[in-house]
């Protein structure tokens, strides 16, 4: 009965959402203040019917009702509660239910909190929302049913995939998608803008929050699969540049440039239909991850469906909003005219610099992801597009994004001069330098370009930190605006992230080794004995558990014990990796195949600064909060007044 009651809230979310995505445009070109209104009761509406569907479809994984197909498909009776409830999103059909269910709770949040917008953009912005949840709802209803039921009902299920039966993946996906579906709030800014034929410094101000909390969520998401990744793939990197990866890195980037070219538009009044452009962009690059995954094109460890037919309608979606969001912008940007006159040197030149390398780093990720598909499609040649294509084009690209970033903050507004921003930043400089040449000479010295990105990361950290100090020069830390404080943080961060990807990347150490009990190799100052070889016994799982006796000089150091789980449902093996860190490195182990007879395949790697990475990504989101606190694009603009211009007529 519950799954019923799921069900139907459903098919009332839709019909809320038609009426939310027609009457409120009506009331907006009509200037009917009841008409309007009506969008901000239908998103509340809307957000809590799918709540209830949500909360059903919950109810049944963590009753193990097995009547309901998707249960059976994805959960078992044994599996751990954690599990169970992760198992809800852990399939295409619960992961596009927390699709809408993010997406209605996001225009739920702009009826509630956007009391300061003008109320027909207010109408329009939550219209365009639920025109977006219209398509996925209806293409849960009638093509994905998560409460379909089965008949006569299994006594057990056939449980999750081993791979998602982990911390890490239970808090990925919902983080992923609060970065995914935030930009839909910036698409649907930038419809209503074109509609309106209005972007000004108040828009932008009301833009920039969305931004900001979605690329903050994104960078979480992106930053938690990547260490699931390299935690239980067990193959001791990363990032390998999988097409799904990127699916994921392609809206960041362009929601990065977004965050910044929208930063033009409200302090110089400049850039206004490139800043529409990129809010259209970064969701459809969002969608087209959504396609990637869902569509059966791709094979990853990522993926979710395999089903074309599902496929088909995810890239008519894409093709509806994409190409609708384009025609508009095709038709209504000449309006937009900037106002701000800068000239090439000065902070807007350095945003337009900093935009102009981040979406050409989204083109080439787009390019080496899509690239082999369509070769595929038009003459079934199949070639992989991997690693090296992109070190090779990507790499190089941020250099100049890198040696930019500390720069272009200390630009004046209209006009500057470089030389005296550079000046004031020439201890950064050194420092850097000097960083580089002691891992050419000390570390590698056939590793010259590692040696490079490593000094780039370092001028990333001194050179923001540096920054921040000749801010502070004219005032204290108290009276520096939080958002300024947010873009030192997330900067230096990004440095973080850099030291760590470098020196995980060039300077790591590994060895593959078969090993019997009592068998003892040398690696990297470190002596590693294995132990003994033993079974245990999992809730889901049986497993075989090495225990490795690591010493340095004779002295013990650590004893790591990684495993190969077998799940007694599924029939599959992953591995279960055994890190031992400080920080300054990881100490990683793996354990291969293997008998008495033969010994085991140890795997050992030694991996330096790379849980910087990680550190490095979650200190990026703290400074997109720390930004998002600032009571400046907390309020908002102020309420505009309740005359109205035309629609179409441009305000500049």
Aim: glycine letters at 10%; charged letters at 10%.
């Amino acid at each position: 009965m519950v799954a019923e009651l799921g069900h139907f809230a459903l098919i009332l979310a839709l019909a809320v959402a038609l009426i939310q995505g027609t009457v409120p445009l009506i009331g907006a070109s009509r200037g009917d203040d009841r008409l309007m209104a009506l969008g901000r009761t239908a998103a509340l509406t809307q957000a809590l019917l799918i709540i209830v569907a949500f909360g059903a479809l919950t109810q049944a994984y963590v009753t193990s009702d097995f009547s309901v197909a998707n249960v059976v498909a994805n959960s078992h009776s044994a599996k751990p509660l954690l599990y169970k409830i992760s198992g809800v999103w852990g399939n295409h059909e619960g992961s596009m239910l927390l699709w809408a269910l993010i997406l209605a709770l996001f225009g739920a949040a702009v009826a509630v909190f956007g009391a300061g917008l003008p109320d027909t953009l207010r109408s329009r912005v939550l219209a365009i929302q639920s025109l977006i949840g219209v398509g996925f709802l209806a293409f849960l209803l009638f093509t994905s049913n998560p409460f379909e039921r089965v008949f006569p009902a299994p006594a057990d299920g056939n449980g999750l995939n081993p791979l998602l039966q982990d911390p890490g993946l239970a808090f990925h996906p919902p983080l992923l998608y609060l970065g995914y579906v935030g930009f839909s709030v910036t698409y649907a800014f930038a419809i209503a803008a074109l509609l309106e034929g209005r972007v000004d410094a108040a828009w932008a101000r009301w833009v920039r929050p969305w931004t900001l909390a979605a690329w903050c969520f994104l960078t979480l998401g992106i930053a938690l699969g990547s260490w699931w990744a390299y935690y239980i793939l067990g193959w001791g990197g990363f990032w390998f540049w999988d097409p799904v990866e990127n699916a994921s890195l392609m809206p960041w980037l362009a929601g990065t440039a977004l965050l910044h070219s929208a930063i033009v538009v409200e302090k110089r009044d400049a850039l206004k239909s490139w800043t529409v452009l990129l809010a259209i962009l970064a969701f459809s690059l969002s969608l087209l991850g959504t396609f990637l995954v869902r569509s059966g094109v791709l094979t990853s460890v990522h993926a979710f469906a395999q089903d074309p037919a599902r496929g088909l309608y995810i890239l008519g979606f894409l093709l509806a909003v994409t190409g609708g969001g384009l025609a508009l912008y095709a038709w209504r940007a000449p309006q937009l005219q900037g106002g701000g006159l800068f000239q090439p040197v000065s902070r807007e030149g350095a945003l337009i610099l900093n935009n102009l390398l981040l979406c050409t780093l989204a083109a080439t990720v787009l390019l080496g992801t899509l690239y082999p598909l369509f070769l595929d499609l038009l003459t079934g040649d199949k070639v992989s597009v991997g690693p090296p294509f992109f070190n090779a084009t990507f790499v190089p690209i941020c250099a100049p994004l890198f040696a930019a970033l500390c720069v272009g903050p200390l630009l004046g507004w209209k006009r500057a001069e470089l030389w005296p921003a550079l000046m004031r930043l020439r201890v950064a400089f050194v420092i850097s330098l000097a960083a580089a040449l002691v891992a050419m000479t000390m570390i590698d010295s056939r590793s010259t370009l590692a040696a490079l990105a490593f000094g780039f990361g370092v001028w990333l950290i001194v050179g923001s930190l540096w920054s921040l100090a000749d801010r502070l020069k004219q005032g204290t830390l108290r009276t520096t605006p939080r958002a300024t404080l947010g873009m030192v943080i997330a900067h230096a961060s990004l440095g973080i992230v850099v030291l760590g990807s470098v020196a995980t990347s060039a300077w790591h150490t590994e060895v593959m080794q078969t090993m019997k009990p009592g068998d003892r190799i040398s690696f990297a100052g470190y002596a590693v004995q294995l132990d003994k070889i033993e079974q245990v016994q999992g809730p889901n799982f049986v497993a075989e558990r090495a225990t490795l006796n690591v010493t340095v000089g004779g002295k013990p150091y650590t004893v790591l014990q990684p495993e190969r789980r077998l799940f007694t449902v599924q029939r599959r093996q992953v591995a279960e990796t055994a890190i031992q860190t400080n920080f300054l490195r990881d100490f990683y182990a793996t354990l291969g195949e293997g008998d008495p007879s033969q010994g085991w395949v140890i795997r050992l790697y030694l991996n330096p600064l790379a849980p910087w990475i990680w550190l490095g990504a979650a200190f990026m989101a703290f400074g997109g909060f720390v930004s998002l606190s600032d009571r400046r694009l907390r309020i908002g603009a102020p309420r505009s007044s309740k005359t109205r211009r035309p629609v179409t007529q441009p305000a500049e």
